[in-house]
Nanobody, 115 residues
Framework: VQLQASGGGLVQPGGSLRLSCAAS?????????MGWYRQAPGRQRELVAR???????NYVDSVKGRFTISRDNAKNTVYLQMNSLKPEDIGVYYC?????????WGRGTQVTVSS
């Protein structure tokens, strides 16, 4: 299974972006949790949001009320709608899916928030 993330870019403070991450290489629905981590320059990678197969979600406190994670199980795709972006949201965003024996990672997509 491979994950391909897209949707990053440059946006002004207060703007929005929608990240997508699609899994390929499998004919089966992925039942594990999916989500997004981010890594800002000089900082450790942190979990941004996680969603389980049933739609239950968890968010890091700093994005609650601004970001929304969702998934399309039929498409093995996870999304991250990011609104009211702030400069502190800058980083490389990595999607993941929890497999049966290991976590699978996407390559990452850059998000830059700057005026």
């Amino acid at each position: 299974v491979q994950l391909q993330a897209s949707g990053g870019g440059l946006v002004q403070p207060g703007g929005s972006l929608r990240l997508s991450c699609a899994a390929s290489g499998t004919m089966f629905r992925l039942s594990g949790d999916m989500g997004w981590y981010r890594q800002a320059p000089g900082r450790q990678r942190e979990l941004v949001a996680r969603i389980n197969f049933s739609g239950g979600t968890n968010y890091v406190d700093s994005v609650k009320g601004r970001f929304t994670i969702s998934r399309d199980n039929a498409k093995n795709t996870v999304y991250l709608q990011m609104n009211s972006l702030k400069p502190e949201d800058i980083g490389v965003y990595y999607c993941f899916v929890d497999g049966t024996t290991k976590t699978i990672w996407g390559r990452g997509t850059q998000v830059t928030v700057s005026s």
